[in-house]
């Protein structure tokens, strides 16, 4: 069933007729209730349909047929830490799934460190084993923010996993910059990984890419740096650009765009925030031929926690194609962000689409939805009928 939120959730900017030539999109609830903290919305990619929602405190729920089955796919609420930005807080299946029922998960423990783990689903019940956990790698957090959260497969069947800078406040051991060896693995905090799940080398439960960047003087895990918090990233299916949402520090928030995967980019923290400088210590002005500039902005009067979406390839909306959607966790504006004539616009799709919008999901058909932290709902982007 469809609800029409034009006029009732959205603010009454939201509800006038769109441009010409232009969709007018609204939200339809999929899920009402019965979620508990959702943080996240993918697919197994199997041609199953079946869409797959992160919960915080620990548990993966499944909706079938547009319903929401009681029984949890998986929970490991048992080993998960629960307070503040910490918890279970990104899934992605392997690009085989429909054959090995591997899928990855990355949550806190309850030592407060990061776990990037590997279960194994039967696909007939569609529940998994919790005790088929192997873990793939762990980092220590110094502090309990800023864990990012997001992992997903490329184009090129790599896993890549967007990690915080280990959290307090302006990056004190600057982590997103260094680039040396640091015990604990706390030297790939503040970046971008791509790893090789498919193997095993050195005792660890992943390769190395051989063609990973050489930063630091070495090849290693890491493919990109200098990020703050990446709330939530995705893979645009049409050129494999990833675009990532880098929650700010002080002033503002900013959209980054790594093309072709972004290959050894630095996308600036702590030397910058957004277009800002925010420690000339690093590199004296801020002044760095090395930094890639975010390609969007936004100050504390637009809200001040960015939630990374999706460039829209899907079918329903044609004149949508090629947008990327993103949003703010504190305003609620539905924003897109579309390039003209060389330079990004961007556009209020709805003024308001309600509160503690925590992520975008992505079916298998590229259709998008949003999920409400604190409401435990699940919404899907449409247009007027």
Known sequence: MRYLLACSMVALAACQDA????????????????????????HAGDGSGNLYVVEKAGRIRLIENGALRAQAFL??????????????????????????GFFYVN?????????????????SSKVADPGSEQIVLSVDQPYD?????????????????????????GDPQNHA?????????????????????????????????????????????????????PWRASFDRQTGDL??????????????????????LNYGWKIMEGTDCYDNSIAPGCHSSDLTPPVHTYGRNDGYSVIGGY??????????QGRYFFTD??????????????????????????????????DEQGELYVISLTAGQVWRLEDRP
């Open 329 to 362: 966790f504190g305003s609620g504006h539905l924003w897109s962000l579309r390039q003209v004539n060389g330079a990004w616009e961007r556009k209020t799709e709805l003024a308001s689409a309600g509160s503690a919008l925590a992520s975008f999901g992505e």
């Open 243 to 264: 675009w990532i949402g880098d929650v700010g520090q002080n002033s503002q928030e900013e959209v980054n765009r790594g093309l072709g995967g972004g290959k050894g």
């Open 177 to 229: 910059q260094r680039l040396e060896p640091q015990s604990g693995n706390r030297h790939l905090l503040g970046k971008v990984l791509r790893i090789d799940i498919n193997g095993s080398e050195q005792g660890r439960n992943y390769r190395i890419p051989p063609d990973n960047p050489r930063l630091g003087g070495r090849v290693s895990e890491i493919w990109a740096y200098g990020l703050r918090n």
């Open 145 to 169: 923010n800023h864990n990012a959260g997001w992992l997903g497969f490329g184009p090129d069947g790599m896993l890549y996993i967007p990690l915080g800078d280990g959290g307090s406040g």
């Open 75 to 100: 929970d490991i609420t048992a080993k998960t830490a629960k307070g503040g930005e910490q918890g279970l807080l990104g899934l992605a299946f392997h690009p085989n799934y429909r054959n090995n």
């Open 19 to 42: 441009p010409t030539g232009e969709p007018s999109l609204y939200l339809s609830l999929l899920v009402p209730s019965g979620l508990d903290q959702p943080l996240y919305l993918t």
């Open 311 to 320: 460039v829209y390839r899907g079918r329903r909306f044609p004149r949508m």
């Open 107 to 123: 949550y806190t423990n309850t030592a407060g460190d990061t776990i990037i783990a590997r279960y194994t689903a039967n696909r």
